[in-house]
């Protein structure tokens, strides 16, 4: 069953900041977040495994609620090069699988 | 070097036809995937093999067979080609089944 994102979609300008939500039904053994850019692969950002551990890249943040099965995705003083299609996937401690929401659209404005 | 490459980038094909993707690593994994991204962006998992061994085999027509000779290669297959399948198949790759993935560009398979 795959982990629900919100909002769909989000518009901001340079500098603003943005949070992107990520919800699933089954007790998670991690969290991941990835960025795809129009016309390309998803890219990497983010994991968060239960138990607190993240590993990921230095400007950008993430939350993990173990007992809530949730995780928000932090942007902060937004850039252009940050638009993009966000991903969240979940991994349940039985399937092992990586499950994708249906992602969120961000655009950064001038 | 190209840590996951896949071959080749766009396919145009009529109904009916047989079709192969391949995808390579370099990166040294020993678990290698395949996911399907629809018209509306949904990435859905289709096969993983780790160790050359298949773990994942999702609801996916019979048309689609994927095979891995070696860790580092994973090809996929797909008989009598439907306009439903017009996707882009991403390969991708990591170590361990549960930890991050290293995507390819993606094949655009388009089914005329």
């Known amino acids: 069953q795959q982990p629900v994102q919100s909002p769909q979609a989000v518009i901001l300008r340079e500098g603003e900041d943005a949070v992107i939500n990520c919800s699933s039904s089954?007790?998670?053994?991690?969290v991941h977040w990835y960025r795809q850019k129009h016309g390309e692969a998803p890219v990497f950002l983010m994991i968060?495994?239960?138990?607190?551990e993240q590993k990921g890249h230095d400007k950008i943040s993430a939350s993990f609620n173990e007992k809530k099965q949730q995780s928000s995705l932090y942007l902060t003083a937004s850039q252009l090069s940050y638009s993009g299609t966000y991903f969240c996937?979940?991994?349940?401690?039985?399937?092992?699988?990586?499950?994708f929401g249906s992602g969120t659209q961000l655009t950064v404005l001038p | 070097d190209t840590a996951v490459s896949q071959t080749p980038k766009y396919l145009v094909t009529q109904m009916g036809n047989d079709k192969s993707i391949k995808c390579e690593q370099n990166?040294?994994?020993?678990?290698m995937y395949w996911y399907k991204q629809d018209s509306k962006k949904f990435l859905k998992i289709m096969f993983s093999?780790?160790?050359?061994?298949?773990?994942i085999n999702e609801t996916v027509p019979n048309r689609f067979s994927p095979k891995s000779p070696d860790k580092a290669h994973l090809n996929l297959h797909i008989n009598s080609l439907e306009l439903g399948d017009s996707a882009v198949y991403f390969c991708?790759?990591?170590?361990?089944?549960?930890?991050?993935?290293?995507f390819g560009e993606g094949s655009r398979l388009t089914v005329l």
């Open positions: 093999y780790n160790n050359k061994e298949l773990i």
């Open positions: 991708a790759s990591s170590q361990g089944t549960a930890w991050w993935l290293f």
């Open positions: 996937g979940t991994v349940s401690g039985s399937a092992r699988q990586l499950t």
């Open positions: 990166l040294g994994h020993d678990t």
């Open positions: 089954k007790a998670l053994y991690s």
């Open positions: 968060l495994l239960k138990g607190g």
